[in-house]
């Protein structure tokens, strides 16, 4: 009961379906739906599109509308056959009966040509007759040559052999619009053995058309840097010279290079001397209108992803890095390191001087002790105040007094327990000077925040997208950079990239730019010992730059697969490493430096100036006490004789 009522059904739309499609057009019979049904088994396709009048057995079309999706195209309805597809459609084949037939050729073809459907969006099967006195060859680039068929196309014809009911299949496409259209047998189809393909066909259409025969592709970049008196592609294609200079664009063109030797094609570029911009009336200038106007293929140099340009041109994967960063000449905390003192805090220090000084305490309690229990009667000694703090002294500076000194058991334990502590604190201060004499100086300006409230001044680059990356933002604190760091100064610290790496090396500002072409011109303005003082801050994202075709391009396929391959083998980051500026080992450079020289020394040395002046001084007031002491002493003692001879 069922089958019936899917029968009945059927008939019905069997007979809707004549209705609408027209007679002009060639009908479709049981073996050529058939051939199709296999034809989408073989491309993986649920989606189908019949071009062509509707007869047949109602068991053909069942086996069809159980497992696929169809669709009739009707010309006379007034139904467009452009109308019939629309954007991110799924992919679909298209059955068209009759390869020669004029009435398909006016309907089906100049739309599908006029519009670029002969692409690998639709697989297209095309069914024709062989012929006796022509070959398969000239039948097909006849009735297909006059169309825009590209190298993505996806079209295969079957041509039937006379008098049988099997077809031949050929693969058509055209590697460029100047060359002659591309037939290559691909397999055949007969009732009995089904759709049957040669081996070379089980690979993916772009590994079987990877050699494109030496036709030449147009592509475009920009050159914004070059010399006066340079050749654009020498220019170009010198990877050994002036590499500070476009960089990014001469990187790029080193790939497209291999990707010319992998395709076996040339490259012609055109150049330019901006990437592009939007102009008033809608057209673009630059890299971007050679690409939209068609004038050329493919950018040979990185266009930033944009929000914009996507309505016009299409991306490839990243084919560069580009890493905008902060950066300056990290400022030293002092000019002369107290590297003495450094180690141990001034709490410590205090806390050094008050064991000094309660163990010299003690000890004068002690030295009482021991003059009243050993001492002989009748005999001396020296201050005891005097005394115990010299010997505590000497105890610190490990150079602690005669075994025989002392006799009591407390004294001796005083004496070693200061003698311990001594050496614990003398090893631990002895190995963080020798620690901070190897170890880099810790750096405070790590982040946007310390560079903002820091005294450094601040500026950027004069590039477009250093102004969109500080203006188009919801980060305040990148905003008040900006405002009132950047442009606080008339005029602004907005300057070209050599301006910036000058300031750079006299010091005391951050740059914001492109830091791998900032590096380069660094290189050559500072020493090893002022390149290691460099500091970077990033606080955005680097940027991605990729090569961009025109919408719907043919070129798509093969230039993703050449960007994925050249990743995927590490091609893309070895180039990478030979346009990346070499950075010495600041690890090596420190250790090579480290000596304890006079701007270490210098504070040992105004130590112990000062205590000579300070001794000296001591002294000098110590002879003015002696000499008015004498003086003193001399005056009273003449005044006694004086007395004492009036007295007589």
Not at 546 to 556: T, V
Request: with cysteine.
């Amino acid at each position: 009961m069922i089958k019936l009522q899917v029968k009945i059904i059927l008939w019905i739309f069997i007979i809707w379906a004549r209705r609408l499609c027209g007679a002009q057009i060639e009908s479709i019979n049981s073996n050529e739906l058939l051939a199709f049904e296999d034809f989408l088994r073989a491309q993986h396709l649920k989606h189908a599109l019949l071009l062509g009048n509707c007869s047949g057995q109602i068991e053909n079309y069942k086996r069809l509308f159980a497992n696929y999706r169809l669709q009739f195209f009707a010309p006379q309805r007034g139904v467009q056959f452009r109308e019939l597809f629309y954007y991110a459609a799924p992919r679909t084949a298209l059955l068209v009966p009759a390869l020669g037939d004029e009435h398909t050729k006016r309907w089906i073809y100049e739309p599908a040509s006029a519009e670029g459907f002969f692409n690998n969006s639709q697989a297209w099967l095309l069914l024709g007759d062989s012929q006796a006195n022509r070959s398969d060859h000239q039948i097909i680039r006849q009735h297909l040559s006059p169309y825009n068929i590209s190298i993505d196309a996806d079209i295969t014809v079957a041509m039937r052999e006379q008098r049988a009911a099997n077809w031949l299949l050929y693969d058509v496409y055209r590697l460029g619009q100047q060359t002659p259209l591309m037939v290559e047998l691909k397999g055949h189809w007969s009732r009995a053995e089904g759709y049957q393909l040669l081996a070379s066909f089980g690979d993916s259409w772009m590994r079987r058309r990877r050699n494109l025969h030496n036709i030449t592709l147009i592509g475009s970049t920009a050159l914004i840097e070059k010399p006066a008196d340079m050749d654009d592609l020498s220019y170009l294609g010198n990877d050994r010279e002036l590499l500070q200079l476009d960089p990014m664009q001469r990187k790029t063109y080193q790939l497209f290079l291999l990707m010319g030797r992998m395709y076996n094609m040339s490259l012609e570029v055109l150049f330019r001397d901006t990437w592009g911009q939007l102009l008033p009336n809608g057209s673009w200038s630059g890299v971007m209108g050679h690409i939209v106007s068609g004038e050329a293929h493919f950018s040979v140099c990185p266009i930033r992803f944009v929000t914009e340009r996507n309505h016009y041109i299409q991306y490839t994967p990243p084919l560069h890095t580009q890493f905008i960063h902060f950066l300056f000449r990290h400022p030293r905390r002092n000019s002369i390191r107290n590297i003495f003192f450094e180690p141990l805090s001034t709490e410590v220090w205090w806390c050094v001087l008050g064991l000094m000084v309660g163990s010299a305490l003690l000890l004068v309690l002690h030295m009482r002790q021991e003059r009243r229990l050993l001492q002989p009667a009748g005999q001396a000694m020296e201050r005891p105040v005097s005394f115990a703090w010299f010997t505590i002294l000497e105890t610190y500076l490990q150079q602690g007094p005669a075994a025989d000194q002392f006799r009591l058991p407390s004294t001796r334990l005083l004496i070693s327990a200061s003698c311990i502590f001594s050496f614990m604190l003398m090893q631990f201060y002895g190995a963080f000077i020798v620690g901070s004499l190897l170890s880099d100086s810790p750096r405070s300006i790590v982040n946007l925040q310390a560079l903002y409230e820091s005294d450094l001044e601040i500026g950027m680059e004069d590039i477009a997208y250093n102004f969109e990356l500080f203006t188009n933002t919801t980060n305040q604190l990148v905003r008040d950079v900006y405002s009132q760091r950047i442009c606080r100064t008339r005029p602004p610290n907005i300057l070209s990239i050599e301006e910036g790496a000058q300031r750079i090396r006299r010091g005391g500002f951050a740059f914001h730019t492109a830091i791998d072409r900032l590096y380069r011109l660094l290189s050559e303005l500072l020493d090893e010992r002022l390149f290691c003082e460099l500091q970077e801050i990033m606080f955005s994202p680097p940027y991605l730059g990729a090569s961009i075709l025109a919408k719907s391009s043919p070129w798509r396929e093969h230039l993703n697969h050449a960007i994925l391959y050249l990743s995927e083998t590490g091609l893309i980051a070895y180039n990478d490493r030979l346009w990346s500026m070499p950075r010495p080992d600041c690890t090596l450079f420190k250790d090579a430096e480290v000596e304890v020289d006079l701007k270490h020394f210098a504070p040992a040395l105004f130590t112990l100036l000062l205590a000579m002046l300070v001794s000296a001084s001591v002294f000098l007031l110590e002879l003015l006490c002696g000499y008015l002491k004498a003086r003193a002493k001399q005056q009273a003692s003449r005044k006694a004789d004086k007395a004492k001879f009036l007295h007589l």
